[in-house]
């Protein structure tokens, strides 16, 4: 095992031993720094623990640890599947860049999607919209093949066994696709849904957080229960999940507000409070070391003037 690995895995592992001590904290997430990124966009917010960087703040990579960019990815925004264990970035639009160096590898003109997901089973970067998706073999950057897993799908995540959950958004359902043959199902029906869009997952007990119109939605990934329900203001983009803490967290931008939902065993959550995020935020990503989470906004009323904001929350 690499260094790298092996400082990943005594992390996790130390994380791992606080999480009972750090779930019962009284949590008041509060935002401690913004970031000015003046006329640019961005879309999904990808977290890198084990490299200690955040993608998708335009082409803008951040440093975690303090706060502060480390370079860009030239070409890059939108999305990003992180495969570390490869030292090798995909973004959405089929940019390939090294991880280290952020220099770009190549591009792959096929590629323009919108959900992405890296599948540590297969090794594969996932990339997809409407009823077509893309296959990159992240050992080495090439395109490998498209196949439909779903039509309408929007954001998805990795169960670490070789499958992935998608929303499909118009429908409010949850469907699973096989990474290794792209067999699709069970598809779980989720009643009272409205539009499904942000998803995430705590792979240890096997629980999705599905962003609703106005509720999270909890489901157990294995048979599609909905364990439990949480009104909230406005569905996300992208939510986010704290695996050490076992905090969810839902931005609000309907209120710019974020809702933080703490897991006390895989069929009882509590709403640990709703908190500002100084805007209009619609996705996050956390970081399950320091706990802080990420979100962006934008500000301006028209195309020519509006600005992204981004902001940093800590409990």
Avoid at 297 to 306: D, H, L, P
């Amino acid at each position: 095992m690499s260094r790298s690995r092996l400082a990943a895995a005594a992390t996790l592992a130390l994380a791992l031993a606080l999480a009972p001590k750090l779930g019962a904290q009284s949590y008041h997430y509060h935002v401690v720094k913004t970031i000015p990124l003046g006329h640019t966009r961005s879309d999904y917010l990808t977290m890198d623990e084990a490299g200690r960087r955040l993608y998708g703040l335009g082409d803008k990579v951040l440093d975690v640890d303090n706060d502060t960019f480390v370079g860009s990815v030239e070409g890059g925004g939108g999305g990003y599947v992180i495969a570390h264990d490869q030292n090798r970035g995909l973004v959405r639009n089929g940019v390939v860049f090294n991880l280290t160096t952020l220099a770009v590898e190549s591009r792959l003109a096929d590629v323009r999607g919108d959900g992405i997901r890296y599948d540590p089973v297969t090794h594969k970067g996932f990339v997809w919209e409407g009823s077509h998706a893309w296959e990159v073999d992240m050992r080495t950057g090439k395109l490998v093949g498209t196949t439909p897993i779903g039509d309408g799908l929007e954001s998805g995540v990795a169960d670490g066994r070789g499958y992935l959950f998608a929303n499909v958004e118009d429908s409010g359902f949850v469907q699973r696709v096989s990474t290794r043959d792209y067999k699709i199902g069970p598809v779980f029906k989720v009643p009272n849904c409205g539009h499904a869009q942000g998803l995430s997952m705590d792979t240890r007990t096997r629980r999705l957080f599905m962003a609703c119109d106005t509720n999270v939605m909890i489901l157990n990934a294995d048979n599609g229960d909905v364990v439990a329900k949480i009104g909230v203001p406005s569905r996300a983009d992208m939510n986010c999940f704290d695996d050490v803490a076992k905090l969810a967290f839902n931005p609000n931008r309907a209120d710019s507000t974020i809702t933080v939902i703490h897991e006390d065993t895989p069929d009882k959550f509590t709403v640990v409070g709703k908190f500002p995020t100084g805007g209009a935020a619609r996705t996050c990503a956390v970081d399950s070391k320091t706990h802080k989470v990420y979100v962006f906004y934008y500000s301006g009323t028209t195309r020519e003037n509006f600005q992204l904001t981004a902001a940093v929350l800590a409990p």
